[in-house]
């Protein structure tokens, strides 16, 4: 069984930065063979795609609306995938879920939530005015 397990989100003030983590694990895992995704959701709403990156790093692909202020990354020697979030607005107040995706063709971006396998259990970002 895979799992992947979100920390770093928190209460910060609009303008301020955060840091999300995303630790994947599972007996049989392969972290490097996965590309990986952040998605976010508010109740109600569907799960919006953030930003996604390849299975070696190399490739990033990322929503409109964080271009220039969002980051993602990741470390395969610690099956661990970031996303640096700097110039948070309050209308990024979300839950913040990473996931990972059995990569089809290398270096593969999957940007949409059915090209998913396994999710998180999200982390709440709050965002102060």
């Known amino acids: 069984q895979v799992q992947l397990v979100e920390s770093g989100g928190g209460l910060v003030q609009a303008g301020d930065s955060l840091r999300l983590s995303c630790a994947a694990s599972?007996?049989?895992?392969?972290?490097?063979?996965?590309?990986m995704g952040w998605f976010r959701q508010t109740p109600g709403k569907e799960r919006e795609f953030v930003a996604a990156?390849?299975?070696?790093?190399?490739?990033?692909a990322y929503a409109d609306s964080v271009k220039g202020r969002f980051t993602i990354s990741r470390d395969n020697a610690k099956n661990t995938v970031y996303l640096q979030m700097d110039s948070l607005r309050t209308e990024e107040t979300n839950v913040y879920y990473c996931?990972?995706?059995?990569?089809?063709?290398?270096?593969?971006?999957?940007?949409?939530?059915?090209?998913?396998?396994?999710w998180g259990q999200g982390t709440q970002v709050t965002v102060s005015s």
């Open positions: 996931a990972g995706g059995r990569a089809q063709l290398r270096e593969v971006l999957i940007t949409t939530n059915s090209g998913y396998d396994y």
């Open positions: 599972g007996r049989t895992f392969i972290f490097s063979s996965y590309a």
């Open positions: 990156i390849s299975t070696s790093g190399g490739r990033t």
